[in-house]
């Protein structure tokens, strides 16, 4: 059984350790079992779908820049980025903030246990549904647009030197963004990366001065016209979060509910039956 299983979870016991060996997690006793699936089990699956998540919009958005670029420039062909650019935007600019995701959680720990409900949550798959993917489609899709339009607005004055330069800028802070402001509680493991992000990139600006243009960037008008365009491309999406998150009970909240709604109705029982 524990062989024919997707995940094995053998128990210690008197009668040897044969299950404990063949299994994918030995776990001493079985009250373990409830920490392993509810705390672990559950963290795993979330983090899991908000890096798989993060992962698809990272990709969409620089997909979507180069398109809005060709099309803006006469359908040419010509790649914005250079490979090294792509490489380490894939890698060294945002590895760390894609990483940080998987040491958020959402529920403290007493609550979970104390609700062993919100596992049944996940199994209807909303984290990683249509919907959900749709969403992140259009965050990408709006974001890319405004970075190329703000970019051309705000820099219309010598476009073709700086456009590489100021769009990518703009990427590596709509990422930051978008990962910290999903994340429910930080860790000094989680500000090192936001902190190791800021300094990889700044280094590549020194170290890369032949693909990226670092005396635009420390320019005080250029700076704070980056800053506009991160925040109008970011502040939208996360104020429809807001209002969606006033009007839509959280799990807990929703679970809550139930609980205070199943003790009056005991007590309203055990009234009647007096």
Not at 98 to 116: G, Q
Not at 193 to 214: D, M, Q
Request: aromatic share 16%.
């Amino acid at each position: 059984m524990i062989l024919k299983a997707d995940i094995g979870i053998g128990i210690v016991g008197k009668e040897g350790l044969q299950a404990s060996l063949s299994s994918d997690f030995s776990i001493q006793k079985f009250e373990i079992l409830n920490i392993l699936l509810l705390w672990y089990g559950r963290l795993t699956y979330k983090n899991s779908a908000k890096m798989s998540n993060f992962i698809i919009h990272r990709g969409l958005i620089i997909s979507f820049i180069q398109c809005i670029f060709s099309c803006i420039f006469y359908y040419n062909a010509v790649a914005l980025y250079n490979g090294f650019l792509i490489l380490g935007y894939s890698t060294l600019y945002t590895i760390f903030p894609a990483m940080s995701l998987l040491l958020d959680y959402d529920i403290n720990f007493s609550e979970v246990i104390k609700f062993p409900s919100l596992y049944r949550g996940l199994l209807k798959g909303r984290e990683l549904s249509i919907k959900n993917f749709l969403g992140w489609t259009w965050k990408s899709i709006f974001q890319a647009t405004v970075i190329m339009i703000g970019c051309i607005y705000f820099f219309s004055d010598n476009i073709f030197l700086k456009i590489v330069t100021i769009t990518f800028t703009e990427l590596i802070f709509a990422e930051v963004l978008n990962v910290y402001f999903v994340i429910k509680h930080f860790s000094c493991a989680i500000i090192f990366s936001l902190i190791g992000t800021c300094f990889i990139y700044l280094l590549s600006l020194i170290t890369l001065k032949n693909l990226l243009n670092i005396y635009s960037i420390f320019e005080s008008e250029t700076f704070k016209n980056i800053i506009k365009i991160a925040l109008i491309s970011w502040i939208p999406i996360e104020v429809f979060n807001c209002i969606v998150k006033i009007y839509s009970k959280s799990e807990i909240e929703q679970y809550k509910a139930h609980e205070i709604l199943d003790d009056k109705e005991e007590i309203l029982l055990n009234n009647l039956n007096i």
